[in-house]
């Protein structure tokens, strides 16, 4: 009797075990495909679409503008045995050069000072084996703005009639409300050139655009006209000629057209 009690015991622990494993299975299977697959919603969804099938292009244009404004950087640099006389020489040659430029009409909101800095000059003596203080140079460079771009040259002339010794970069460029517009401009002709090319194509295959499938700006590029470096002694010896550039803006798109 008690051999067919412990008999009975067996078959229903087995028979329970082996019901665990048939339960357990699926759900290993279920979370195995979870795992490879992500949102097993996602998956089931997936097997039922059709494939896409896509021409992918990428539209680009390119704009030209007149320069709005103009900025020339423009400077003094002044050596002295002292910091301090450096320093009041070259204070003294740039308000001489921002009087000279109020004749000609730009103010002082119209400058602004983007560099100045004090160094010491030196060099190694042999005999001492030391570095030895020669000197002291004061860098001022300033940023001269305005709206009339045929000033360029003036403003330079004056400058360095007046003591700048420095003349660095003459920037060409639009005002902040024009590039927002020309950027937007140049992304909607690189649109119309994404279309254009993936008709080309379509038309060439014998395929039917359906529409677009997806899109994304690659780049919306802003180059402002840039003359850089003057030599000092062209400038002193005759009046400066500054013929300013095309200001240019240019964007990419990449684009995928769905087809059948």
Known sequence: MEIIKILLVVVLIVAILSLGILITKPIIETERRYNEYGDFRILSSSESEEPKYLIDVNGVSELSADPEKVEVYLGVETTALTAKESQENNADTMQAIRDSLKLIGISSKDI??????????????????????????????????????????????????????????????????????????????????????????????????????????????????????????????????????????SASLSVSYEFT
């Not at 010491?120 to 570095?131: A, G």
């Not at 677009?212 to 802003?222: I, K, L, P, Q």
């Not at 006209?225 to 062209?234: D, F």
């Open 112 to 249: 602004e000072t983007t560099e100045y800095t004090l160094n010491v000059i030196q060099h190694w003596d042999e005999d001492t084996e030391k570095y030895i203080i020669t000197g002291y140079k004061t860098t001022h460079i300033i940023k001269i703005e305005s709206t009339d771009i045929n000033k360029a040259g003036d403003i330079i002339d004056k400058s360095v009639q007046n003591g700048a010794n420095k003349v660095n970069d003459v920037v060409f460029s639009l005002t902040d409300e024009k590039i927002k517009e020309m950027k937007l401009e140049a992304l909607k002709k690189a649109g119309i050139n994404a279309k254009e090319k993936a008709d080309v194509i379509a038309n060439s295959l014998g395929i039917t655009i359906k529409g677009v499938y997806r899109a994304s700006e690659n780049y919306v590029y802003y180059t402002p006209y840039v003359q850089k470096g003057y030599e000092m002694a062209a400038m002193q010896a005759a009046s400066t000629e500054i013929s300013p550039g095309q200001i240019k803006i």
